[in-house]
């Protein structure tokens, strides 16, 4: 359900700093597209979970988006990594950046911002 705050994605404990993030659905450029949330140094970021260099999801397994140090978003298909507060391309071969999705963390939960209704969250 939509609020003034916009739609809940997950409870603000899902999103643990450096650990998996949460998946969920997101109308995009009137498609429906696979998105996560990420807790980066005590934000949080959202990102379409799609590879600007393949377009293929980015998680290896699902949920999972950091690189093995924690310090990178990393494809699992052919290594690109980004930068998890901004979603830049910080090295491979990325193509460009991730599409960063407006939230805000309030209350307790974590909202996505100007989602349309038809958008439903991801099972893990």
């Not at 699902?62 to 930068?83: K, N, Q, S, V, W």
Request: aromatic share 8%.
């Amino acid at each position: 359900m939509a609020g003034s705050d916009g739609r809940l994605i997950c409870p603000s404990a899902a999103v643990i700093e450096g650990g998996d993030g949460v998946r969920f659905s997101v109308t995009h450029d009137g498609a429906t597209h696979s998105a996560f949330a990420i807790r980066y140094r005590d934000q949080v970021h959202a990102y379409l979970n799609r590879c600007a260099h393949r377009g293929v999801e980015l998680d290896w397994v699902p949920g999972r988006f950091f690189d093995r140090d924690g310090r990178y978003l990393i494809c699992a298909t052919h290594g690109a990594l980004y930068e998890p507060g901004s979603g830049r391309c910080a090295g491979g071969p990325c193509g460009g950046g991730l599409v960063k999705l407006a939230v805000i963390e309030k209350n307790s939960g974590i909202y996505l911002v100007a989602a349309g209704s038809s958008d439903e969250r991801e099972q893990r």
